[in-house]
């Protein structure tokens, strides 16, 4: 079987890409145009002639055409993947996470692609009216990231309706995990080993924190599962406030470091915890009892790469 990982350079998907070699699922092909993505993520496969990578862009069709070619699977996941470089870059958020969206889309139905896995996010939702969000939850998204993700959403959904291109769509809450960097865990954890401030914006935030594993499982499980036309959240379940992360991140590194409390950023979402019901029920996905339970193995990771 042939796979297609957009974004698989990145945080998430070289994970994906990890699995997808450790469990032989056939020849993988990484497009990834590096924007945020490493190579040295993909470094252990360099040797296996079942894992290619190209330098390519998803806002080129040309090129997902040629390489989705015989792809029975496409994980989209490439993207401008976070809320603050989605508003300080809206143009550049808008081709890769719309207008890429599309020619994904696009290229797998010339294609005759079976399935498209789609990552979309819990930024869809925008400010949670009640917690915790289930998918029927209304879709106001707050921000040029959200509102990406959503018109992503829309169009799977229309691909799936109007040219029977199956589409199944993830909605992530707050992946942590190893080659992760930029986000709260990784920022607070090497600046906690430095014995630096940890600078909070806000303090009220309460997120659903996922392990990379856990989001891994649901993307390969979504390869099979009925969940077309039927977005699912994928959570630990469990919401953390942002000042009890800092508490244990402070308590594990075992750091004098304190908090820098600075105003909230206006167009973050405060308050986040995903409902899972349908996770565990479509998918076989239990949640964890303790959402920050990889903390440290977090720690190690971070420090063997401070050293
Ligand atoms: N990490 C999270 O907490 C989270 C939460 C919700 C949704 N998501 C979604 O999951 C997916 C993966 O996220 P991640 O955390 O691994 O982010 P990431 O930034 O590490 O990975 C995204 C990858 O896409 C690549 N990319 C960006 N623009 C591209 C383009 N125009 N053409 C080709 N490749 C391009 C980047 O180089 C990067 O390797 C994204 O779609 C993201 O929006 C992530």
């Not at 986000?183 to 990379?212: E, K, M, S």
Request: one cysteine or more.
């Amino acid at each position: 079987m042939k796979i297609l990982v957009t974004g698989g350079a990145g945080f998430i998907g070289s994970h994906l890409v990890d699995r997808l070699v450790r469990e032989q699922w056939g020849e993988i092909v990484v497009l990834d145009n590096l924007f945020r993505g490493k190579l040295e993520n993909l470094a252990q496969h360099a040797d296996n002639a079942q894992v290619r990578f190209v330098n390519g862009d998803i806002r080129e069709p040309a090129i997902l055409r040629e390489h989705m070619r015989g792809a029975e699977i496409v994980f989209h996941l490439a993207a401008q993947s976070n809320v603050m470089g989605a508003v300080t870059n809206v143009e550049y958020s808008f081709q890769t996470n719309v207008v890429g969206t599309f020619n994904v889309l696009s290229a797998a139905k010339t294609c005759g692609v079976r399935r498209v896995v789609f990552t979309s996010s819990r930024e869809a939702y925008g400010e949670a009216q009640y917690l915790p969000v289930d998918e029927q939850h209304p879709l106001l998204s707050k921000n040029t990231y959200g509102a990406s993700k959503l018109a992503g959403e829309a169009y799977a959904r229309v691909f799936y309706n109007t040219f029977q291109l199956e589409t199944a769509v993830l909605r992530l809450a707050n992946a942590y995990g190893t080659r992760d960097f930029d986000r709260v865990i990784p920022i607070w954890l090497t600046r906690a080993l430095h014995g630096l401030d940890l600078v909070v914006y806000g303090g009220q935030q309460l997120i659903d924190f996922v392990w990379i594993d856990h989001i891994v499982e649901a993307l390969l499980r979504a390869t099979q599962a009925d969940i077309i036309g039927q977005p699912i959240n994928i959570g630990s379940g469990i919401g953390t406030p942002i000042l009890e992360l800092a508490d244990r991140i402070i308590r594990l590194v075992g750091t004098t470091a304190k908090l820098d409390r600075q105003p909230a950023r206006a167009v973050e979402v405060a308050k986040f915890t995903a409902q899972v019901d349908l996770m565990r029920e479509k998918l076989g996905i239990a949640p964890p009892a303790d959402a920050l339970f990889a903390l440290p193995q977090m720690l190690d990771y971070y420090r063997a790469r401070e050293k």
